[in-house]
């Protein structure tokens, strides 16, 4: 008789009396249907996947602490900054971002960095990339330039032809673009990035003032890329290279670290440098140069607990832009008001209804409010009312609420596109001529081999938006195409 802690039982904790023969009528069978564990077995196997992310689907993720080392009280009256040395648990989930489940960790793909942080008063999500820009400055052009980064309808291939067709018409996507083929387009696993939440999102101080700011997350390992060749091979080799490198890293007790800083911009200043630069300050193709705002240090992330479930946190795990907690604020930048409807939505159907009742999403703080039953509703309220009573005399807040205040809003509601205003070009040139001889080397190099395949057209229609760049940049990709051909 087995030990009643080990005793293998159905999910309906019955004892199973025998886990390697079928019930069967005779030595040969048929079976017979009475085996309620072996259609348990078989009926539970079947519904093991879930729906993958539909985008960033491979992705490794572990658990850390968050330590305040910096004081930004005086821009945010958020708890979890509220003290230096305070601590806060976090979830951290790496990815890439056009593959599927199974796909090589070194493709040459931004990757994602998301950062939950379990605060006293609700979830934190930062949902951020290794890049500090984005390829696109509208949220209308996600599904068609996701669909670029994943197969060809009728080949089931990725292909060269559809991602520079994209890029080639979406000129805004050349500050990424350009990121994308340097080498930071393929680090050396998840420890050696840097991280950054790429929107601008706001600070909103107890005095209830607003600062608009970017997140950065700095690594404490030093940034390291696999040259293109190398992560080619890594690819056939091991394709979970970052996946093992992070868990391996984790397991022998070496913790990676970033260090978490915030540039800061006050609404003059921003009024102000819109209008010397003309870029927008919520336009996430863009940067903040650093000479303009400073990074302010804030505090360290380390990540220090592997999952003892994959599918149970990394898999499950369900982030959200939408998830900020008092202190900390939104700002209007197009691609984040789109995310924040995107990310619940997609797990609503990825997950399940219920999904923010699981243990990874569950919040570490009291959690109080009226929705209901639906599938899996573990932690449905208990006997507590389950509408909200209605105030006889209202109380509403002002502004946002949580005394964050409102925005002054400007202009007039309609579709404005923005090439026909925007400068998508300098701060593309600015990063490549930031670049040393041998990176921007590297650089044409990769454009070239990614390029090598298309249309005349579509090289054409590109080419000139290096060029227009900065000339070196053009003239060094339309150089190493003609000798990637020959
Ligand atoms: C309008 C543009 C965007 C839309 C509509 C969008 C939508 C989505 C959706 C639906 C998911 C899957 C969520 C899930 O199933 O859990 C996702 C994942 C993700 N997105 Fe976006 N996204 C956008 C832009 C961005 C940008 C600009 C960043 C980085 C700054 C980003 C970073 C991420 C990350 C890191 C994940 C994976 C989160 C995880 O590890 O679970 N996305 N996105």
Redesign the pocket.
């Known amino acids: 008789m087995d030990d009643k802690a080990t005793q293998l039982t159905t999910a309906s904790g019955i004892p199973v009396a025998d886990n390697q023969n079928s019930l069967s009528a005779g030595r040969t069978g048929p079976l017979l249907l009475q085996d309620a564990h072996l259609i348990e077995k078989l009926q539970h196997f079947n519904r093991e996947r879930i729906p993958e ?4 689907a491979k ?1 490794s ?1 572990a658990f850390g602490i968050f330590t305040v080392t910096h004081d930004i009280s005086a821009y945010t009256k958020a708890g979890l900054f509220g003290a230096v040395g305070k601590q806060t648990p976090t979830f951290a ?3 890439t ?1 056009g593959g599927e489940r199974g796909s090589a960790d070194t493709e040459r793909d931004p990757r ?3 950062v939950r942080f379990y605060t006293d008063e609700g979830n934190w999500d930062l ?3 290794n890049t500090p820009m ?1 390829f ?1 400055k509208d ?1 209308i052009k ?1 599904p068609d330039f996701v669909h670029t980064q994943k197969r060809d309808p009728q080949t089931n291939l990725k292909s060269p032809r559809m991602m520079w067709d994209f890029w080639s018409r979406a000129p805004e996507s050349l500050h990424q673009v350009t990121m994308l083929f340097s080498d930071r387009g393929t680090p050396d696993g998840y420890r050696h990035m840097d991280g ?4 601008t999102f706001s600070l909103i101080s107890a005095r209830g003032e607003r600062v608009w700011v970017k997140w950065h997350l700095k690594t404490q390992q030093g940034v390291k890329n696999l040259s293109a060749a190398e992560a080619v091979r890594l690819a056939g080799a091991d394709p979970d290279y970052a996946q093992r490198d992070l868990f391996a890293a984790i397991a022998r007790g070496e913790f990676p670290r970033w260090n978490v800083s915030v540039q800061v911009m006050r609404e003059e200043e921003r009024l102000a440098w819109e209008t010397r630069t003309n870029w927008s300050a919520f336009d ?1 193709t863009k940067v903040w140069p650093h000479a303009d705002f400073p990074r302010l240090p804030v505090g360290q992330l380390e990540l220090n607990r592997n999952p003892d479930n994959y599918h149970g946190d990394v898999e499950q ?3 959200s832009p939408a998830n900020v907690v008092p202190g900390l604020g939104l700002s209007p930048d197009k ?1 984040l008001q ?2 924040l409807f ?2 619940h ?3 609503l159907y ?2 399940g209804t219920n999904h923010q009742q699981l243990p990874v999403n569950r919040p570490r703080c009291p959690v109080h409010h009226q929705q209901r039953d639906g599938a899996m509703a573990f932690a449905n309220g208990g006997a507590s009312t389950n509408y909200a009573a209605v105030n006889a005399q209202g109380t509403s807040p002002r502004g946002f609420g949580h005394g964050d205040p409102g925005w002054t809003l400007d202009g007039v509601a309609g579709r404005y596109d923005s090439r026909a205003t925007d400068d998508d070009v300098t701060q593309a040139g600015n990063l490549y001529r930031i670049l040393s001889a041998s990176q921007q080397g590297n650089l044409v190099h990769n454009i070239a081999g990614a390029m090598a395949g298309v249309s005349t057209e579509i090289r054409e229609r590109q080419l000139a938006h290096f060029a227009r760049a900065d000339g070196a940049y053009g003239a060094g990709v339309r150089a190493a195409l003609a000798k990637a051909r020959k």
Do not use: E, T, W
Request: glycine residues 18%.
């Open positions: 992310r539909v985008v960033h992705g993720g989930r790496f990815s971002v994602g960095f998301a949902v951020g990339n984005f696109i949220p996600f950054f939440g790429g929107h996430l795990v369900a982030f691609m789109g995310r995107a990310y939505d997609a797990q990825r997950v």
